[in-house]
């Protein structure tokens, strides 16, 4: 049902960058939305993630709390956050405040949850600080991995954000320039049901030529 994708591909399971394509569905065909671009993940590279898709058993990795792999497959796009409001009224956005974190602790009853300190109670002994002194999440989209369900230790915080820079890879995240995160937070639709889908091009090959990601992968 998703009209909106955002298509990262790396050269292969240990890679820290890649690229991104974003395309739309437009009714018979889907259409590039602008040329692709470069973005970093993982500083282990990928490993398969809890989403959308179905994993097959393989010896391929296997993402997990800690291991610095951003998650791979297919997953949807549920809301932005930042430190300053969105021009965006169609996808939802958050303003973070100082007491806003996202637990990744897996002993915690909020483990892979946005939490505020000013509403609950610290029951954690790590967790992701959103509105933070450097300026990674000044722009953010959180990913849906490990969120249906949630499994402790599975990965959890899994966003897209601001880069350190070119080649600077993440700690589990996918990341891109200012300007490229900026028109993903003012192009992104609800209605639209936005995914990502982030595999290595050995993965992409292996799909039949009939799937729609193989012929957007073509292009």
Partial sequence: NSKQVLLVQTDDWSSTTGTM???????VVWKKQLPSFPVTVGKSGLGWGRGLHSVRKSSDPVKKEGDGRAPAGVFTLDFAFGKQESDNPHFPFFVTTDQDRWVDDPRSKYYNRWVSLA???KQWSSAETLRRSDSLYDLAIVVGHNTKKTIPGAG???F????RGPG?????????SRE???????????KSNPVL???????????PKTNRIRLMADQ
Avoid: D
């Fill in 197 to 207: 889908v982030q595999l290595p091009r050995s993965e992409i090959a292996k799909l």
């Fill in 119 to 121: 509403k609950v109670s």
């Fill in 168 to 176: 600077m890879a993440t700690i589990g995240c996918t990341a891109m």
């Fill in 21 to 27: 394509s974003v395309f739309g569905w437009h009714g």
């Fill in 160 to 163: 897209i954000h601001l880069w």
């Fill in 180 to 190: 490229k995160m900026t028109y993903l937070v003012n192009k992104l639709h609800k």
């Fill in 156 to 158: 959890s915080a899994i």
